[in-house]
């Protein structure tokens, strides 16, 4: 048997500075993009909830004008834009300015053979960083359809 020195021994069992380094370097490179891919994952989060926001205003006016009421209603109805915070932050544009939020009452066409009433509600997405300041981003437009029937059968406002 051969006798190792104390020396050789701690030399043969010890780390050099090379591979302490380029073990340091790949946790680094791993910390960086896990920090990276919270950080775009928050981003995409936070643009996920403002379009859910416009989309959800939008499906509101389409859903009192599809059980009967007249437009000027629908629109006294919905939040106003520049009175709500929350609105401001999400949908771009203003109420006061008519950039924000519209909703159009386009006209009937046939489906099925049954006249159908047409409207249509469009918004544009805040995409902005910074919540004071606003960026356009994707216009969404949807339309409704409501029967002409309750336009027919519907009494006259007093």
């Known amino acids: 048997m051969t006798n190792l020195r104390p020396s050789t021994f701690l030399r043969r069992t010890a780390y050099t500075l090379i591979e302490v380094l380029a073990a340091a370097s790949i946790i680094a490179i791993g910390a960086t993009a896990a920090i990276s891919l919270s950080a775009s994952s928050v981003l995409q989060e936070e643009l996920a909830f403002r379009v859910a926001v416009t989309r959800s205003y939008q499906e509101n006016m389409l859903r ?43 006209g009937t066409t046939t489906v099925s053979g049954v006249i159908m009433e047409t409207a249509t509600a469009t918004a544009v997405v805040n995409i902005a960083q910074a919540p004071p300041t606003e960026a356009a981003g994707a216009t969404l437009t949807l339309t409704a359809y409501r029967p002409r029937l309750y336009s027919t059968l519907r009494t006259p406002a007093p």
């Open 64 to 106: 009192l004008w599809q059980l009967g009421l007249p437009r000027s209603q629908v629109i006294g109805l919905m939040p106003d834009q520049d009175q709500n915070t929350v609105l401001q932050t999400q949908i771009y544009g203003s109420t006061s300015t008519a950039t924000g939020p519209s909703f159009i009452e386009a």
